[in-house]
């Protein structure tokens, strides 16, 4: 079975950090971009992050840019989204998912799968 499961979630304050992990059971992460998206309550899913199988330089959603940090770890079969300086507006759900895409089209949703079940952060005071 192929599927992705996240972890690292959890309740934060404005301005404190997060490290959520995607690990991947069934098939190795080494051939996909692997893409972190997040859905707030009430929104669609968007693309956060997403990283490529080689070399290039990981994508980003404008409003993450300087604060997150996609990285991977194909030994352990994982992706890592370190998230600082985390604001009200990042608290959402996240998953990871992926795709035979470049990590450009992060923000193209319908060329992910493989969902995992997604973890929660929530940045309150």
């Known amino acids: 079975q192929l599927q992705f499961v996240e972890s690292g979630g959890g309740l934060v304050q404005p301005g404190g950090s997060l490290r959520l992990s995607c690990v991947a059971s069934?098939?190795?992460?080494?051939?996909?971009?692997i893409g972190w998206f997040r859905q707030a309550p009430g929104k669609g899913r968007r693309g956060v992050s997403c990283?490529?199988?080689?070399?290039?330089?990981?994508y980003y959603t404008e409003s993450v840019k300087g604060r997150f940090t996609i990285s991977r770890d194909n030994a352990k079969n994982t992706v890592y989204l370190q998230m600082n300086d985390l604001k009200p507006e990042d608290t959402a759900v996240y998953y990871c998912a992926k795709s035979p895409a470049h990590q450009g089209l992060c923000a193209v949703e319908s060329l992910f799968g493989s969902w995992g079940q997604g973890t929660q952060v929530t940045v309150s005071s």
């Open positions: 990283i490529g199988r080689g070399v290039g330089t990981p």
């Open positions: 069934g098939f190795t992460l080494d051939s996909f971009t």
